[in-house]
């Protein structure tokens, strides 16, 4: 059975970096549009970044862009989210998500998503 795993999340000062990656099983991901999102206390989950499957192109919300670095590795089955510059409106619950998408696109809806894992918690203090 598919399943995406993260891991990597904790507790950080603000300006510190943190690596945060997802684990993809079950299936070939190579040809997959990989993102993250993420969910703060109280509010909706968001867009974060995407890469496509080549990973020659990566996507970002405006509030992460210049910060935050998406790379994926198609042998090993992993993605990872590199988080510079951290601040205290980045702790969330970091998700890792997944659409099979071999035309490359990034710029995808939440809902085109099919499968996600369980999350992994960020927690920037000020």
């Known amino acids: 059975q598919a399943q995406l795993v993260e891991s990597g999340g904790a507790t950080v000062q603000a300006g510190d970096s943190l690596r945060v990656s997802c684990a993809a099983s079950?299936?070939?991901?190579?040809?997959?549009?990989m993102a993250w999102f993420r969910q703060a206390p109280g509010k909706e989950r968001a867009f974060v970044g995407a890469?496509?499957?080549?990973?020659?192109?990566?996507y970002y919300s405006n509030s992460v862009q210049g910060r935050f670095t998406i790379t994926r590795d198609n042998v090993e089955n992993t993605v990872t989210l590199q988080m510079e510059s951290l601040r205290p409106e980045d702790t969330a619950v970091y998700y890792c998500?997944?659409?099979?998408?071999?035309?490359?696109?990034?710029?995808?809806?939440?809902?085109?998503?099919?499968?996600w894992g369980q999350g992994t918690q960020v927690t920037v203090s000020s």
């Open positions: 079950g299936r070939t991901f190579s040809r997959y549009t």
């Open positions: 998500a997944a659409q099979r998408n071999p035309f490359g696109a990034t710029r995808l809806p939440m809902r085109e998503y099919d499968l």
């Open positions: 890469i496509n499957w080549s990973g020659r192109e990566a």
